[in-house]
Nanobody, 119 residues
Framework: QVQLVESGGDLVQAGGSLRLSCAASGSIFSIGTMGWYRQAPGKQRELVATISIVGRTNYADSVKGRFTISRDNAKNTVYLQMNSLKPEDTAVYSC?????????????WGPGTQVTVSS
C-alpha cells in the first residue's frame, strides 16, 4: 500500500520561511504529478502548487514569487519551500500524488502538516 507522509510544518513568524517535505513509500512503480494543497479553518481546501514528472510547475496566484515546489524522483519526494510567509498562509498543508503501482493508478493524499504563521 502506498502512503504519503508530510513533515516540516511549524509555528513561524510572519516574514519567515519553512520547507515542507512529502515522501511516498510502498510498492511504487512511478509517480506522476505531485502537489501541495492547503486548508485553513472554515475554508475549502485550495491548490498551492503542483509539479509534473518532468518538472513543469503550477502555482496559486497567492503564493507566486514566495513559494517554490520541487521534487526528487529518486527519493519519491516533493518539497515546498515557503518564503516571506504571511498570517494568511496558516493552514494544514497536504501532499497529493498520482501513483502507479503494478497494474493500477491511484490518487493519494497525505494526512497533512500544520503551518501556523504569527503576525
Amino acid at each position: 500500500q502506498v502512503q504519503l507522509v508530510e513533515s516540516g510544518g511549524d509555528l513561524v513568524q510572519a516574514g519567515g520561511s519553512l520547507r515542507l517535505s512529502c515522501a511516498a513509500s510502498g510498492s511504487i512503480f512511478s509517480i506522476g504529478t505531485m502537489g501541495w494543497y492547503r486548508q485553513a479553518p472554515g475554508k475549502q481546501r485550495e491548490l498551492v502548487a503542483t509539479i509534473s514528472i518532468v518538472g513543469r510547475t503550477n502555482y496559486a496566484d497567492s503564493v507566486k514569487g514566495r513559494f517554490t515546489i520541487s521534487r526528487d524522483n529518486a527519493k519519491n519526494t516533493v518539497y515546498l519551500q515557503m518564503n516571506s510567509l504571511k498570517p494568511e498562509d496558516t493552514a494544514v498543508y497536504s501532499c497529493n500524488a498520482d501513483v502507479w503501482t503494478r497494474g493500477s493508478k491511484s490518487n493519494i493524499w497525505g494526512p497533512g502538516t500544520q503551518v501556523t504563521v504569527s503576525s
